[in-house]
C-alpha cells in the first residue's frame, strides 16, 4: 500500500476477502456484497450486514467487525469517511460501475480519491503457504479418486448431463464443500467446444470425450481433464492424444521458477505446432488455481507473470477440431525450488474399457 501511495484499501472480491479474513461467502456482485474488509496502516474492519455480523465477530479474529445500520453501501462510505488519507486502493475488476459511482462522489466531496489496485491481495495469493498447498492436495486427491470411480461407471448411453451430475453427487459425497466449477462432460462433436455445457446427448463408443471437474475444500479449488474413448479408439483420436500428450509432458519438464507465462505456454504450443496443429490449440497452456478457479499466474501468449515457488499451476493443453472433437488433459503442478512438482495422480488412459 506505502509503494502505491495508498493509505486505504477496500477489499470486496469474494476470494481476497476469504483470504484476508476466513469469511468464505461468496457473493456474486459488488452490489450485493457480504461484506468489506478496510485497511489502513494500523487498522483492519470488516463491515458486513446483521445477516452475517455474528458470524464475522465469532469467527475473524484480526479485523474490527463493524455492523452496517442500513444498506451496506452507506456503511462503507460512512467508514471510509471516517478513515484519513488521501488515496483509496480498490478492486477495479470486483467492483461495478454503479457501486464505484456511489464512493467516488462521497470520497469526491472530501477530495479523495479511488485508485484501482487490483493485483495487491492477488499476488500475495498466487504464492500458497505450506496449509494452503496441503488443502490443495487433498482437494486434488478427492478429485483423482472420483475420477477413477467415475472411469468405472461410466457407459455408452448414458447423456453427458447424467455423467456429469454423477461427478458432482460423487464428489459431495467423498467430503467435497462444493464444486470448483460446474463438472464439464463432452461428447463426440462437443468435444470441439473447450468450455462445454453438458447436454442430453447420449455418449458413444469410440467417440472423443472429455470430463473437466474439480472439487472445492475448505475454499480451494481442484482441477482436472482427462480425455478417452470407450472401448475403441479411431486412429485420429489416439494421434491427436499422444500430441496433447507430449506437449504437456514437455510443458512439465521445462516449469521452473523464473520461467514467465508467456515463455511457458510457449513450451507447449510449439510441440502442437511443430506437428501442424497449432490452429488447433485454441486457449491458454494454464492457470493459477487457489481460492478461485482462475487466478494468477497465468500461463498464455500474453502473460507477463514470473512463476516463483509456491505457486499451483495448470497444464492443459488441448486440440479441437469443428465437427470431430477434441482433446485435452490437464494435471496440476506445484513450482518448487528446483522445477515442479505434479499434484495430479489421475491415470491417463486414452481409451476406457468396459467391464
Ligand atoms: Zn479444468
Ligand atoms: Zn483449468
Known sequence: MDDRGLQVLVVGQPANRQYLSGFAHRDETAGASAGWIVLTDREGFLITTSLYYDEVAMTVQHLEPVRAERRILDGLITLLSRLPGAAVGFEASWMTVDVHRQIAEALGRAHRSLVPSDDLIGRLRAVKDAEEIDILR?????????????????????????????????????????????????????????????????????????????????????????????????????????????????????????????????????????????????????????????????LGRSSE??????????????????????????????????????????????????T
Open 138 to 298: 487433498r482437494a486434488i486427491a478427492l478429485t483423482d479418486r472420483v475420477y477413477s470411480e467415475i472411469t468405472r461407471w461410466i457407459r455408452p448411453g448414458q447423456t453427458e448431463r447424467e455423467v456429469a451430475w454423477q461427478i458432482e453427487r460423487t464428489l459431495r459425497e467423498g467430503g467435497a464443500e462444493g464444486m470448483a466449477f460446474e463438472p464439464s462432460v463432452a461428447a463426440g462433436p462437443h468435444a470441439a467446444v473447450p468450455h462445454h455445457r453438458p447436454s442430453d446427448r447420449p455418449i458413444q463408443i469410440g467417440e472423443p470425450i472429455w470430463i473437466d471437474m474439480g472439487a472445492r475444500l475448505a475454499g480451494y479449488c481442484a482441477d482436472l481433464t482427462r480425455s478417452f474413448c470407450l472401448e475403441t479408439a479411431p486412429p485420429d483420436f489416439l494421434e491427436a492424444y499422444d500430441l496433447v500428450l507430449r506437449a504437456q509432458r514437455v510443458a512439465m519438464d521445462g516449469l521452473r521458477p523464473g520461467l514467465d507465462g508467456r515463455d511457458g505456454d510457449a513450451l507447449a504450443r510449439e510441440v502442437i505446432t511443430q506437428a501442424g496443429h497449432g490452429d488447433e490449440f485454441i486457449h491458454s497452456l494454464g492457470h493459477g488455481v487457489g481460492l478461485d478457479i482462475h487466478e494468477a499466474p497465468s
Open 305 to 354: 507473470d514470473v512463476l516463483e515457488p509456491g505457486m499451483v499451476v495448470t497444464i492443459e493443453p488441448g486440440v479441437y477440431r469443428p465437427g470431430w472433437g477434441g482433446v485435452r488433459i490437464e494435471d496440476v503442478a506445484l513450482i518448487t525450488v528446483q522445477g515442479r512438482e505434479v499434484l495430479t495422480g489421475a491415470l491417463k488412459q486414452p481409451v476406457l474399457f468396459l
